[in-house]
């Protein structure tokens, strides 16, 4: 199968957008870009006047052959992957949906990957190329629908993880893969020395890994790719075949996982996979093999990022129903050389800072 829209009143549309912008700029406006709302809960709330984005929808362009898929950012996550599952192909950083209305341009924004991030890529790896309007209303394309980019700096990644910060995107094009025709998950009863030990080990293996992760004592891996394959994968590691009725890895991208449940303050720790277990209370669930841990705890601000800095990682505050309300509270601070090229981004996308300020 293959796509092919363009149309008039998607034109008219982004040129809506377009104006909209270009006015907030004469009157240093600023605004709250929304699509759906199902990652609103993610930093603090943006200040502005609101500002819709859904409405600029639809599939632009799609031909399996070509392993891409362009795409208006408010078009849903589901409309996408279903179009892709007719062609036998996937978003391989399987993103998180968090709701029903996700959308695509709020998954770019946020930069969120799911449990094949370590063994596929992230977010950003597969952003081919984007459209969007800048701070002052110009509408701006970088990349485009090749996977091979000219040297130089990669300006539609830089959307990948902004929030919304250096402008509203219009379209993104992804590169895609094939789906796996054959997948199992195992598990074994590991404590979390055991756990990280196993799964640094089976990276270095050539398995068809595509997750793994640790929580209340067992370890949990989950292979994919030819039957063949899979199956002489599993001979190798042995294990417990997990079988539940409702998919685990679909319960720990979207959080759904009784882990993720309990209405209080979830941290989000980047570390480097083999790191041993931080001296921190708690409970944890290890992810992506060990370099995205999820950790509820009632230690303050300051002992987390402590621990957390001095194993050259850090720690956001993902979920935050207690609303702490200090800004530097729930992402980890930059270092200044960092800080400052920030905001010479900020500067050069939206100088009159009118995108998603909290």
Sequence with gaps: MSVNHNNTSTNDKSSALQETIKQAYANQTPLNIIGKGTKSFYGLPAQGERFEVAGHCGVVDYEPSELVITARTGTRLTAIESTLAQGGQMLAFEPPHFGEGATLGGTIACGFSGPRRPYSGSARDFVLG?????????????????????????????????????????????????????????????????????????????????????????????LSGTEAGVKAARRQLGGETYHQDKPFWQNVREHQHPFF??????????????????????????????AQRWLKTDASVD???????????????????????????IFHPLALPLAALHRRIKNAFDPLMIFNLP
């Design 130 to 222: 984007i459209q969007c309007i800048n701070g002052k209303g110009e509408i701006l394309k970088f990349g485009g629908q090749v996977m091979k980019n000219v040297a130089g700096y990669d300006v539609s990644r830089l959307m990948v993880g902004a929030l919304g910060t250096l402008g509203v995107l219009l379209e993104v094009s992804l590169k895609v893969l094939p789906k796996p025709v054959y997948e199992i998950t195992l598990f074994w009863e590991k404590t979390p020395e055991e756990a990280l030990k196993l799964m640094n080990t089976w990276a270095a293996q050539s398995l068809p890994l595509s997750a793994t992760c640790y929580v209340a004592g067992q370890v949990y891996l989950r």
């Design 261 to 290: 449940q309990e209405p209080t303050a979830q941290w989000r720790l980047s570390l480097a996979p083999a790191t041993p277990p931080l001296n921190l209370p708690g409970e944890w669930f290890l992810d992506w093999g060990g």
């Design 303 to 329: 002992e987390i990022r402590a621990a957390v800095t001095a194993v050259g990682g850090h720690a956001t505050l993902f979920r935050n129903p207690d609303r702490i309300e200090e800004t530097e509270a």
